[in-house]
């Protein structure tokens, strides 16, 4: 049996100690990120925490539906054991019978079959293993990413690891490509901030005498390095401040059992970014259903 687990049931230790020993551990599933990134979450559980699935959600109308935080790419259902399509399809409609209608982001490891009252897309997103050693993972490296390293090193930019989560979101603020509220940016830093203080998260940078140019905020599990977010200044495009960023991230975590998660893109030149580096891509799926109108209707005809 399915039950669902509101955030103050859930046994933290117990958790995160099995979102760890699972074979698709991401940062985004453990309960320490969820309560940065989330404004309401909680799981449903099978006995003895055998199957969980992390389900963040929110209220309109008196009505709660299911939402994926931001910087939270994929959830899904974790286990010590083999997670097979059986599995997910019951978790799918205790979801489904839970919330009246959302949008839900399985991992990699989750192979979502189709199931009536349901939409699956699929995604992508790319990772680089980090074993090898930092030589043979330059070598991975496509001919342009290679350049681009260079450049960045000719043009004078210096690597740095002594870069705030103030300083960097503020370059964000200034530099982002869209127009985002006060609050948005006000989110960035608490939900950041949260996560550097529990060592979770990490920003590095480049500077051009003196002056940040270009950086990304990285958030750490056992398994995973994420590539959460990123800005660069037009001087820090132009000098490929970005492409020093990530190869010096490689080079001090080369030769470790460690996923360098960027994330996905639906954008060709983000995707050819990550690919230059040698990141492969692979699948995960996303759900979408509503079937809070049918409620409604079984209400009325019901008399209630």
Not at 78 to 104: P, Q
Not at 137 to 149: D, G, H, P
Not at 201 to 219: D, H
Not at 246 to 271: N, P, R
Request: charged residues 25%; hydrophobic residues 35%.
């Amino acid at each position: 049996m399915i039950r669902f687990l509101y955030r103050n049931e859930i046994d933290d230790e117990r958790w995160d100690r099995l979102i760890t020993s699972s074979g698709f551990e991401t940062v985004y599933a453990h309960a320490w990120y969820l309560d940065a990134c989330a404004e309401h979450w909680g799981a449903l559980v099978m006995p003895g925490y055998e199957y969980v699935m992390p389900v963040a959600f929110r209220k309109k109308f008196g009505v709660s539906y299911v939402t994926q935080p931001r910087f939270c790419q994929q959830l899904g259902v974790y286990s010590e054991k083999h997670v097979d399509i059986g599995v997910i399809s019951k978790f799918m409609h205790a979801l489904k019978k839970r919330f009246g209608n959302g949008s839900y982001s399985f991992n990699e490891g989750n192979l979502v079959g189709e199931e009536h009252g349901f939409t699956v897309t699929d995604n992508l997103n790319y990772t680089l293993q980090m074993l090898p050693a930092y030589e043979e993972l330059n070598r991975s490296y496509t001919s342009n990413c290679r350049r681009n390293v260079r450049k960045a090193v000719q043009a004078g930019l210096e690597f740095s690891g002594d870069i705030s989560i103030e300083e960097l979101v503020h370059l964000k603020r200034r530099h982002d490509h869209k127009e985002q509220s006060d609050g948005h940016y006000r989110f960035l830093v608490s939900m950041f901030s949260e996560l550097n203080e529990k060592g979770k998260v990490k920003p590095f940078g480049v500077k051009l005498e003196g002056n940040l140019c270009a950086g990304a905020i990285f958030a750490y599990c056992d398994k995973r390095v994420h590539y959460l977010l990123s800005v660069s200044t037009a001087e820090g495009k132009d000098k490929s401040g970005m492409f020093m960023v990530i190869d010096k991230v490689v080079q001090s975590h080369s030769g470790k059992k460690l996923l360098l998660d960027f994330e996905g893109s639906i954008t060709l030149s983000i995707a050819r970014f990550f690919s230059g580096f040698g990141a492969q891509p692979y699948h995960y799926q996303t759900i979408s259903y509503n079937n809070t109108a049918g409620k409604f209707i079984r209400k009325m005809r019901n008399g209630k």
